[in-house]
């Protein structure tokens, strides 16, 4: 699977938008950009996918560039709740996220 | 529909000791999968089961073992404990398994159960 740089912490306001990034250079064709997030003492919970569209749904929206070397990810009002680690994961569709490969992923702490 | 749950939520034994943690998947799913969460090595894949079958095994020595009932219950074993093996256990549970819906399966977490070992 392809590896993925991500900051190791950001700072975000609450009620604005926080926009983490990730880096994956050596994304291959068939690999997918998956973001999941872990709450502390919680198990990781499934954000967004995608290819190479951008995507939306009810909590976050995903951008991935034109080249697919990188995206990110968009919390547009963020919450004290959503204060985590957000994981940027990149992998063929067929893993099902068995063997999904988590990194140390960006600690997101939303202020109020 | 109730989410993924584990038993116990914390533990503490002693180096030498087993365990076993017990997890019980989102109704509807047959896939099992349980992974180890330390601060040193991150998030790391133990073993995947789906009908009562280990399918995928991640790289832990033999003192790790599983097994799924036929109502897709699953329990993870650990022997002859170490100190090393204190960690948050976490179970995930999917539909199908990997390579078999032609879709994105999403993994559904349970909260854990956190191991202290003395």
Request: a positive charge; one cysteine or more.
């Amino acid at each position: 699977d392809a590896k993925t740089t991500q900051p190791p912490s950001m700072d975000c306001a609450e009620g604005r938008a926080a926009n983490l990034p990730c880096n994956h250079s050596t994304i291959s064709g068939n690999e997918y950009v998956y973001w999941y997030r872990q709450i502390h003492s919680q198990g990781p919970q499934y954000i967004i996918h995608g290819l190479k569209n951008n995507e939306t749904n009810e909590m976050a929206s995903l951008i991935i560039t034109e080249d697919r070397k990188s995206s990110t990810l968009i919390l547009p009002h963020a919450t004290l709740r959503d204060t985590a680690v957000y994981y940027c994961i990149v992998s063929p569709p067929e893993t099902s996220g068995s063997r999904l490969t988590f990194g140390e992923g960006t600690q997101l702490t939303v202020n109020p | 529909k109730a989410g993924v749950t584990q038993t116990p939520r914390y533990l503490i034994k002693t180096r030498g000791q087993q365990v076993t943690l017990s997890c019980s998947p989102i109704s509807g799913h047959r896939s099992v999968s349980w992974y180890q969460q330390t601060p040193g090595q991150g998030l790391q894949f133990l073993f995947e089961y789906f009908s009562e079958t280990q399918r995928n095994k991640g790289n832990f020595p033999g003192r790790f073992s599983g097994r799924q009932f036929s109502n897709s219950r699953s329990e993870m074993n650990v022997s002859t404990l170490e100190l090393g093996d204190s960690a948050l256990y976490l179970c995930a549970s999917s539909p199908y398994l990997r390579g078999t819906s032609g879709s994105h399966n999403e993994q559904f977490f349970g909260p854990g159960t956190r191991l202290t070992v003395l």
